[in-house]
């Protein structure tokens, strides 16, 4: 099958671009224009081509995209400028981008210069820097030729790239990119602009109501506005003052626990936190306000990156977090299945934890989820020391955060905010034996930790080693954990620090945005990255399965939605439940299960 590589240049200007606006409200507006592109068949030539919208459109046509791969770095910006401006749409979809988050995280860098200097490929031109402000009407010949060398060049370096970084990268791992580009480039989802409309409204009335409550002094009081956050039942975030070595609240607009607060459930707290930072809308009002501007242009696309954390998990893009709408959410009502189609999503059921009991060939644990027994209840069972069938619905509760919560090696304090973050208080010394209750039923678990920190030495001294159930995980030194679909979750520059209490600890770095972070690691933090990372495969796995009956339109964590034709809904929930249990051929004992809903609405299923 062909490869046709391709590379659109665009009108831009400094109140009009991409970090001004969303890819999305930048390609539908009246002002998107292209100015030229340039396309390379295989290891051909690359083409040049800069006309008016007929002429490129007839351009285009000439190429056989329905029987080809098309290739490009960032491929959900070119493939929808192909499909939404120009109505043409390749056999599938491969991108350098996506590839690079696979290969490298965030250590190179996702640009096309970074990378192609990174595998020695040449240098990426500026002359875009050039076409800042300039219609295709405004360019000279003579700049236009130089414009078009430049996305030539563009071109081949992406080819090139390509031909560096899919050497060994695995196949299924280059369909789910396709399914993730295509879910952006070729909408099908609708919304319902007049429930998005009314919801704003409400939003912002309601926010109105709950502010005229509390006065400034309350908003700025930090012990007034930690009771404030009780009072809704949320803890108030905390951490140690820099200055007085004591601990002290984290309400600072550079704390993360306190911005993460910003898309709490409850908008009632997004508003109160929006207003001690002084910001003016809140979370849902902004998200809302682009579904009304998106709905009003047309419909939607899913904006997905793959690979986005490093355990492979797919993140929100385009300033449009899909991956974190609330349960009961009215936005998610507003998303509609095309008319004669239902919207089928389907949850795996605790994956991550029964990833854990496999892994860890804790067996006991393993068998009980296989068998669909409730293992909250035997979890409190024998935390409480009654018979499963006397359990109440309190101590199951305690039984379910223990069970998915404990897992990865958490504390007795940590456990009891949590706990109190549910609504749940118990003393420390209750939280404590908890803990040690669960860690005295799944003593495989606790081993698997011990092993993962062995393992994290065997990546700092650069050796081989194994980890889990079978050795299915290989640790290749510096190279980090071998995966079973072939890539590796990385601890980049890991390290031996000395930590604030003269102990010490393994950290490795991570980059948000220009920032060199360091992280600290250890064994239960590296069985928690392992068990996302492995549910994720399992999750990539099974919407493949999926896509090749039905139209997979978004994944959300550990869910897959897809929408079906009105008249199969029954049939096609019992193939989507077929496909969610079916287990990967590198864990056959693995206890799978998923819970399927459907409906008209996203908020349906």
């Excluded at 600072?252 to 936190?273: C, G, I, S, W, Y």
């Excluded at 379910?400 to 749940?424: C, D, E, H, P, S």
């Excluded at 928690?528 to 997979?552: P, S």
Aim: charged residues 25%; contains cysteine; hydrophobic residues 40%.
């Amino acid at each position: 099958m062909n490869i046709i590589t391709i590379d659109f240049e665009t009108f831009y200007s400094r109140e009009f671009s991409l970090t001004k606006v969303t890819t999305e409200e930048y390609i539908r507006s009246p002002q998107f224009e292209t100015i030229g592109v340039a396309v390379q068949v295989n290891d051909g030539e690359p083409e040049w081509f800069s006309g008016d919208g007929e002429a490129m459109h007839q351009f285009l046509k000439k190429f056989d995209w329905g029987n080809s791969l098309a290739l490009a770095h960032n491929a959900p910006f070119d493939g929808a400028i192909l499909n939404w401006v120009y109505g043409l749409s390749p056999k599938g979809w491969l991108d350098t981008l996506s590839m690079g988050r696979a290969l490298h995280g965030t250590q190179v860098g996702g640009s096309l210069k970074v990378l192609a200097n990174f595998y020695g490929l040449g240098e990426k031109g500026t002359e875009v820097e050039n076409a800042l402000g300039l219609r295709r009407a405004d360019f000279s010949p003579e700049q236009l030729a130089r414009y078009g060398e430049y996305c030539k060049n563009d071109v081949a370096l992406t080819w090139e790239l390509f031909g560096q970084m899919s050497k060994g990268f695995p196949q299924v791992e280059l369909r789910l990119i396709d399914l993730t580009v295509r879910m952006f480039t070729e909408p099908v989802l609708q919304l319902d602009r007049d429930l998005l409309v009314k919801h704003l409204l409400t939003e912002k009335q309601r926010k109105d109501e709950l502010l005229e409550n509390f006065s400034k002094e309350d908003l700025m009081s930090n012990e007034k506005f930690s009771g404030i956050l009780i009072a809704f039942g949320v803890t108030p975030p905390t951490k140690i003052s820099p200055t007085t070595g004591k601990e002290t609240f984290a309400f600072a607009k550079t704390d993360e626990a306190f911005k993460a607060l910003l898309e709490h459930e409850n908008p009632r707290v997004q508003a109160l936190v929006a207003a001690r930072l002084g910001t003016k809308s809140t979370i849902e009002e902004t998200r809302t306000e682009r579904f009304i501007g998106i709905a009003n242009r047309g419909s939607l696309p899913v904006p997905l990156r793959y690979y986005a954390a490093h355990t492979g998990r797919w993140g929100g893009d385009d300033k449009l977090n899909l991956q974190n709408l609330q349960r009961n959410s009215p936005l998610k009502k507003a998303i509609l299945a095309p008319d004669g189609y239902m919207m089928i999503d389907s949850d795996s059921s605790q994956i991550e934890a029964r990833t854990l009991a496999w892994l860890a060939g804790q067996d006991d644990l393993v068998e009980a989820f296989d068998r669909g027994e409730d293992v909250y209840k035997i979890m409190a069972s024998a935390i409480y020391g009654k018979p499963v069938k006397e359990i109440s619905k309190d101590e199951r509760f305690v039984g379910k955060t223990t069970i998915l919560g404990a897992g990865y090696g958490m504390g007795a304090a940590k456990f009891q905010a949590q706990l109190k973050n549910f609504g749940v208080a118990v003393e420390l010394d209750e939280a404590k034996r908890i803990i040690d209750t669960y860690r005295a039923t799944y003593p495989k678990i606790t081993e698997l930790w011990k092993s993962a920190a062995t393992a994290l030495k065997a990546v700092l001294q650069n050796q081989q080693t194994t980890l889990g159930r079978g050795g299915i995980l290989k640790i290749e030194g510096s190279e980090g954990v071998l995966l079973p679909n072939g890539l590796y979750l990385r601890y980049p520059n890991l390290r031996l620090v000395e930590n604030e209490e003269g102990k010490s600890e393994l950290v490795y770095d991570t980059k948000k945005g220009k920032a060199i972070i360091p992280n600290r690691i250890y064994g239960g933090k590296v069985i928690e990255n392992v068990c996302q990372a492995l549910a994720r495969i399992v999750i990539g796995e099974q919407m493949l399965m999926v896509a090749k009956k039905y139209r997979v339109v978004m994944t959300v964590h550990d869910a897959i939605a897809c929408i079906v034709p009105t008249e199969q809904v029954q049939n096609a929930v019992e193939y989507v439940e077929l496909c969610m249990r079916t287990r990967p051929n590198w864990g056959m004992e693995l206890p799978l299960n998923c819970e399927a809903g459907y409906g008209p609405s996203y908020g349906d299923c």
